[in-house]
């Protein structure tokens, strides 16, 4: 492997190597105050890292007071990912070149590439062009100027404060260390467990896929399939039983105003622009297939677009006439918006049975 970022290659080298050299002396030492710290501190770190770094700066997904962006840029040193300005230059890259050569974390070049390997092969040429609104920002602009000073006054801190419930071993250890590397894992399985373990519920055609295990360990970055079919929206995990927390805390950050102008995608626009996708890309895949199967798995996939499609945008419609009628056409329209949704609901899961039963028909062709 040949590296070219070998600053990034010592950091995480060594600190994993110190994980391992410190083990047999500190364990002994750790006690449930080194597990509140650690948990406290990756909380923290981690959290910043996806409400800030990820749906604020790289995503858009909402706007934050001034005072918010500070508290977030400089937690997020807890987790020494570098600064908001270059995570964000680099993920931006990452959805305008997805899978493809120029994906900084491609999982096309493997697992351990899209994990971890890439920090160390990867070679960035910062572009202004994808960050200018960032450059703009005085806020991200001094963190990133002063981002190792702030990352090592922070880490400092809390081994500081460590030191007063354990000793200076455990504290370096499971405040800082463990702490660091637990973060960067979970941050990385994004990267590259995303992309290959889970359901693409939302987009068949990307690599990216939804992983409630990941969600879990992640604040809800695992609903990665959602995600990367519509990055703007600020919440990862749409559904109310979806594990989420940064989609909690942004949405409690706007009831007391230090957020504002939480950007959502409607459902049935969702669902309806997925249809649309799915279509043309199954479509596609089976228009080399001559057996009558694949014949009649393309006949289906366009009926029931057709139908899926009509009956969307019939819904919206209604939706939008709901806002400008009297009292008593609102009870007829309530109704026929009542039937329309009942008929999508039951449209959608056929949509689903019938996509699986493609893409199960495009898989066995593809093996023989």
């Known amino acids: ?14 600190y994993h190597v110190l994980l391992l050299a410190l083990l047999p002396f500190v364990i002994g030492a750790l006690s449930w105050a080194s597990f509140v710290v650690f948990l ?33 840029l400089i937690l997020s040193t807890l987790s020494v990912q570098w600064s908001a300005l270059m995570w964000s230059h680099d993920h931006r890259l990452h959805h305008k070149h997805v899978d493809t050569e120029q994906d900084p974390y491609s999982i096309k070049k493997g697992f351990w590439y899209a994990h ?29 100027r002063y981002y190792l000073p702030l990352a090592l006054a922070v880490n400092g801190a809390v081994f500081g404060v460590a030191c007063l419930f354990m000793s200076p071993f455990a504290a370096l250890y499971s405040g800082v260390l ?24 939302y987009a068949k055609e990307l690599t990216a896929v939804d992983n409630h295990v990941l969600a879990f360990l992640t604040f809800g970055e695992g609903y990665h399939n959602y995600h990367h079919a519509f990055a703007g929206d600020y919440r990862n995990g749409i559904r109310w039983y979806h594990f989420d927390p940064t989609k909690w805390l942004v949405w409690v950050m706007a009831r007391v105003g230090l957020v504002e102008g939480l950007r959502t995608v409607n459902e049935i626009r969702v669902r309806k622009e997925l249809v649309i996708k799915d279509k043309t890309l199954l479509l596609s895949h089976l228009s080399g297939e001559l057996d009558d199967l694949a014949a009649e798995l393309r006949g289906k996939l366009e009926e029931l677009s057709t139908a899926y499609e009509t009956r969307a945008s019939a819904l919206m419609e209604k939706m939008r006439e709901l806002r400008k009628v009297s009292d008593e056409q609102r009870s007829v329209l309530l109704v026929e918006i009542r039937q329309l949704r009942r008929e999508l609901r039951a449209q959608w899961k056929a949509w689903l049975a019938l996509t699986d039963i493609a893409v199960r028909q495009y898989h066995v062709a593809h093996q023989h």
């Open 1 to 14: 492997m040949r590296i070219k970022n070998w600053d990034a290659f010592l950091f995480i080298a060594g």
């Open 40 to 72: 406290i501190t990756f909380l923290i770190g981690g959290i910043s890292i996806t409400a800030g770094y990820h749906r604020l700066f790289s995503h858009k997904a909402y706007k934050a007071h001034p005072a918010y962006e500070w508290v977030v």
């Open 116 to 144: 971890i390997l890439w920090m160390f092969r990867y070679q960035r040429d910062f572009d202004s062009k994808v960050v200018p609104d960032l450059l703009k920002n005085k806020r991200v602009v001094f963190q990133d």
């Open 178 to 201: 463990l702490r660091i590397c637990a973060i960067h894992h979970c941050t990385w399985f994004i990267n590259s467990l995303a992309h290959t373990w889970g359901s693409k519920t």
